[in-house]
């Protein structure tokens, strides 16, 4: 069956299915599901079961759920299709990155997979989208960077900021005008006694003379980001 074939609700259901479970390697529950959907939980045990009649989800109640092979695939498309027109929205049509999810959330049941291939090639063949989520191919293969939560790192660490959490846009946009965007490179400084934040401080590129102020960071904010050690 072609994804344009699959309701809108079930394309939501697999691509929330699958981002849940893309970073924290922990499979989604009905709870998590409902929490990152908006939805009562009553109506995502309702879904789960259409999902299951279609073969497209393996769950048992209380436990967690696990995409099929072809579920995974529609997924994968879901996710590719979202993020290469957030992309497109980025780079192409002047948006900034906080304000592309909304739009990208719609736009991707409308467009074709034709205009999907377009965009694709138009842009390149990106393999991460404006907040450092990689891109599935065509194919749906894609290439994850070792990474770990900003609150697993320690003072004097330096690491490389290799993806955040679309989920706050006005997170991102305080990260962003502090210079925290996927590829600035931080240093880990001790934050203020009893505060639970950490300090982070931008490293300046090549030649740049001066670091920027230390940023204090607290547990939900450093929770969303992703770096890799330098």
């Known amino acids: 069956m072609p994804l344009s074939e699959l309701s809108v609700s079930t394309q939501n259901y697999l691509k929330s299915i699958y981002a849940i479970e893309e970073w924290s390697g922990t499979p989604a529950t009905a709870t998590t599901l409902a929490v990152h959907m908006g939805l ?22 209380y436990g967690g759920i696990e995409l099929t092979a072809q579920g995974r695939t529609y997924a994968l498309a879901m996710i590719r299709r979202h993020r290469l027109i957030e992309t497109f929205l980025v780079q192409t049509l002047g948006y900034t990155w906080d304000n592309v999810h909304d739009e990208a959330e719609v736009l991707e049941h409308a467009v074709s997979d034709f205009m ?73 400084e001790e934050g203020a006694p009893f505060s639970e934040a950490i300090n982070v401080r931008v490293i300046p590129a090549e030649h740049q003379e001066h670091s920027a102020q230390a940023l204090p960071l607290g547990v939900a904010a450093a929770a969303s980001l992703f770096v890799s050690t330098l």
């Open 116 to 188: 999907i291939e377009r965009i694709d090639s138009l842009l390149g063949h990106p393999t991460r989208d404006p907040h450092g989520d990689p891109i599935p191919d065509a194919q749906g293969n894609m290439h994850f960077p070792q990474t770990v939560p900003l609150t697993q790192c320690t003072p004097g660490d330096r690491v490389l900021v290799e993806r955040i959490d679309d989920a706050d846009p006005r997170l991102l946009r305080y990260l962003h005008e502090h210079g925290i965007i996927p590829g600035a490179s931080l240093l880990i």
């Open 40 to 61: 009562r939980i009553s109506s995502v045990s309702d879904g789960l079961k259409r999902l299951a009649a279609a073969d497209l989800i393996e769950h048992q109640p």
